[in-house]
Structures are given as structure tokens and as C-alpha cells.
């Protein structure tokens, strides 16, 4: 007994360093395993479509699949031809927004004695007290530089995704193959069941982030705040983040009313009641009614996952935390030796507990 408990000891240092090291590694390559990524967590979510318009409309498998495709890569196509035309539309548009600025500007500049020249452009004022001329320099090469790979990596990740898919349509055949029945039926519990948590969550959140979108959306085209696609489509993206995202989305498309609509303080005040009401509506009240306790994850792990995701990749790695934090309590849970991790990770310990 006491030889046992030595053992988990050991298991359970090992793994923790096992981590550490794994986390280190995602991070430096992050360009090598993000894509793959993505393209897993979306196979889960298609792979039920997928079976449907197999089994039930009889279409090919590798038809299927690469119909999906095809409709992700339309999806996308038209969504990045919006926004080109929005932020083209907000740069042609920047005198206008200068002026508004240089107004708010002068006035903050005089509440807090700052250096203030009437006869110099807003960014020259910027420069002579902040002197973030290099800053925006090295932000202009980042952003050329992380649209052409951002383009790259959407094109390996829609190949890699088409080539999944299609490999999907003989998981089932391999798992029987390649293991035993005891190991066979314990990844074959795994695999389903991160299928349904994942698709579950992924498919409430966009439906959610969409509403969300369009509400955001409608609800700034009714006030007339300049550009409402771009807004509809931040409320949208930022959603994805639980808590934090719709904190950050409201405070910027408020500052952005507040750029436009200085000194008419009821447009203002509209727009962030609106954004508050909106998220608050949509992601305290029927978000967790419609999710209910499915996911069984503690608030705290969330958070947690957040903060270790969004380390490791980004922006990308807070939108990806809640779904690979389900997918590590799914394997921890149905693995004997870790199943005290899935216990800490779990909002319902008791349940966790019952899982065979």
C-alpha cells in the first residue's frame, strides 16, 4: 500500500513537470500546433453534421466533408471582405474622427497641465508627450506582417480540417483495429464524450456570441454609431471569452461612442446600456439556462484556464481555454490515476466521481 502511494507521488511530480515542459513547448511553436488545433476542435464540432448528411441524406462521406469545408471557406471569405471594407472605411474617414479627438484631447490636456500645441495634428501631440512614434512603426509592420499569416495559417488550418474530416469517416474502424476491447471501450467513451461536451458548448456559444452580435449590431445602427458591422462583429468574436470578452467589448465600442457622440451624453449613455444589457441578458441569464451544468467546470478553472491558455497562445488561447479544459477533465475523469484532477477542475465533484 504504502509502495502504491509512492508510486502516485511520483506519478503525479512527473506529470506536473510533464506539463510545465509541454506548456513551454505549445508556446514556441505556437504556429505548429494552433492550426492543428483549431482544425481538431472544429472536426469535433462538424463530425455530428457530418454523420447526419451521411446516414440520413446518404451523401458520400468525403462529399460531406468537403462541402463543409467549402462552406467555412465562403464563410470566411465574406466575413473578412466586410471588415476590409469597414476598417477601409474607417481610415478614410479619419480626419473626421481627428477633430472629435483633438477636441477631448485639449480638454484632458488642460485638466492635467500636459503639453498641448493647437497647431499640431492630434498624432503630433500624441508624439511630443508619449513619443510612441516607434510603437506605432513596429504596430504597422505587425499588423502587414499578421495579415499575410493569418492568411497562411487559415488556409493550412481549412486543408488540415478537409483532410481530418474525411479521415473521421474510419475512426471507429481503427480504434476496433488498433486496440484491445478493454482499452478499445474506454477511448471510445472518451472520444464520444468529448464530441458531444465540446459540440455542445461550441454550438451554444456561437448561437450565443451570434445573437450577441446581432443585437450589438442593430442596437448601434438604431443610434447611428459609425460602423455597426465592425461592432456587431467584436461582440461577436469577444463573447468567445468567457466574463473578461464582453467586459472588453463594451468598454471599447463605448469609448468609440464616446469618440463620436462627445458632448451628447444620451447617445453615450444609450450605447453602454445597451452593450451591458445585452451581454448581461444573453450570457448571466440564457446562456446558463440553455447550458445548464453540462460542463460541470469550477468558475475557478475557467479563470484559470484563461490566464494559462491565453499565456500559451494569445487572444486565440483564451477563445480555445473552456473547450481544451473540458477535453483534459473528459480524459482526466475516465483515467483512474487522474481522476482527482478532474475532481478539482469539476463544479460538481460528486458526478465526477461517478464516472466510470
Known amino acids: 500500500m504504502l509502495e502504491e502511494k509512492y508510486q502516485k507521488s511520483i506519478l ?7 506539463v510545465i515542459v509541454a506548456s513551454f513547448i505549445m508556446k514556441e511553436l505556437s504556429s505548429v500546433f494552433l492550426p492543428i488545433i483549431i482544425s481538431i476542435l472544429l472536426a469535433i464540432v462538424f463530425y455530428p453534421v457530418i454523420t447526419k448528411l451521411h446516414t440520413k441524406l446518404k451523401f458520400p462521406w468525403v462529399l460531406a466533408a468537403l462541402l463543409i469545408v467549402f462552406l467555412l471557406l465562403c464563410g470566411i471569405g465574406s466575413i473578412s471582405s466586410l471588415l476590409t471594407n469597414s476598417l477601409g472605411t474607417i481610415f478614410s474617414e479619419y480626419p473626421k474622427y481627428e477633430i472629435r479627438l483633438m477636441n477631448i484631447f485639449e480638454k484632458i490636456a488642460n485638466s492635467f497641465n500636459l503639453e ?32 499575410v499569416t493569418s492568411v497562411k495559417s487559415v488556409l493550412v488550418l481549412l486543408l488540415m480540417l478537409a483532410f481530418l474530416l474525411i479521415e473521421l469517416g474510419a475512426f471507429s474502424k481503427k480504434i476496433h483495429i488498433a486496440f484491445e476491447d478493454v482499452s478499445r471501450g474506454a477511448i471510445l467513451n472518451i472520444s464520444r464524450q468529448i464530441i458531444s461536451d465540446v459540440t455542445r458548448y461550441l454550438s451554444i456559444k456561437f448561437f450565443i456570441s451570434l445573437a450577441t452580435g446581432l443585437l450589438v449590431y442593430a442596437g448601434v445602427a438604431i443610434i447611428g454609431l459609425d460602423f455597426p458591422i465592425v461592432w456587431g462583429f467584436f461582440a461577436f468574436i469577444m463573447n468567445f471569452i468567457p466574463t473578461f470578452g464582453s467586459i472588453i467589448s463594451t468598454v471599447i465600442t463605448s469609448l468609440f461612442a464616446l469618440l463620436q457622440f462627445y458632448p451628447e451624453w444620451g447617445k453615450i449613455i444609450y450605447v453602454v446600456v445597451l452593450l451591458i444589457s445585452v451581454n448581461f441578458v444573453l450570457g448571466n441569464i440564457i446562456e446558463p439556462r440553455i447550458e445548464g451544468r453540462h460542463l460541470g467546470l469550477s468558475p475557478f478553472a475557467i479563470l484559470i484556464s484563461l490566464s494559462i491558455w491565453g499565456w500559451i497562445w494569445g487572444f486565440i488561447g483564451m477563445i480555445l481555454a473552456v473547450p481544451m479544459t473540458v477535453i483534459i477533465k473528459i480524459v482526466c475523469q475516465n483515467i483512474p490515476e487522474l481522476k482527482r484532477i478532474a475532481i478539482f477542475l469539476s463544479n460538481n465533484p460528486e458526478e465526477t466521481i461517478k464516472t466510470k
Open 116 to 147: 498641448f500645441d493647437q497647431g499640431k495634428s492630434l498624432i503630433q501631440n500624441l508624439w511630443g508627450i508619449l513619443q510612441i512614434r516607434d510603437f506605432i512603426q513596429k504596430a504597422a509592420v505587425g499588423l502587414s506582417s499578421g495579415i
Open 12 to 18: 503525479y511530480i512527473l506529470l506536473f513537470f510533464a
